[in-house]
Nanobody, 128 residues
Framework: QVDLVESGGRLVQAGNSLRLSCDAS????????MAWFRRAPGKERELVAA?????????YGDSAKGRFAISRDNGNKRSIYLQMNNLSPEDTAVYYC????????????????????WGLGTRVTVSA
């Protein structure tokens, strides 16, 4: 069993930055890829960014390119982070951490069904 706990979500003004954290516990050694997804009000959940643990390879959703950066802990913690810059009201959403124990293939996993473990989410609200 793997548990994921997100933190860092809060109300911020447009143009500001925010850093989200996700801490994994349990059988973390089985996790090969971790990611951030988000669900905005009235919309489907979408990929924000994902990172392959061993290689550090990343992939970003279109909304995140150029503004957000995903990173992983360089020590012994199975944690990932999402640095979000130049936030806009369109970034308002619940942000979810996800993790996969699937053996990585040629690409970094980008779809929800490739991730087995999910956190409860952390809410980010960006005011105009």
């Amino acid at each position: 069993q793997v548990d994921l706990v997100e933190s860092g979500g809060r109300l911020v003004q447009a143009g500001n930055s925010l850093r989200l954290s996700c801490d994994a516990s349990g059988r973390t050694f089985v996790l090969y890829t971790m990611a951030w997804f988000r669900r905005a009000p009235g919309k489907e959940r979408e990929l924000v960014a994902a990172i392959r643990w061993n290689s550090g390879a990343t992939v970003y959703g279109d909304s995140a390119k150029g503004r957000f950066a995903i990173s992983r802990d360089n020590g012994n913690k199975r944690s990932i982070y999402l640095q979000m810059n130049n936030l806009s009201p369109e970034d308002t959403a619940v942000y979810y951490c996800a993790a996969s124990e699937r053996i990585p293939g040629a690409r970094v996993f980008q779809t929800e069904n490739e991730y087995e473990y999910w956190g409860l989410g952390t809410r980010v609200t960006v005011s105009a």
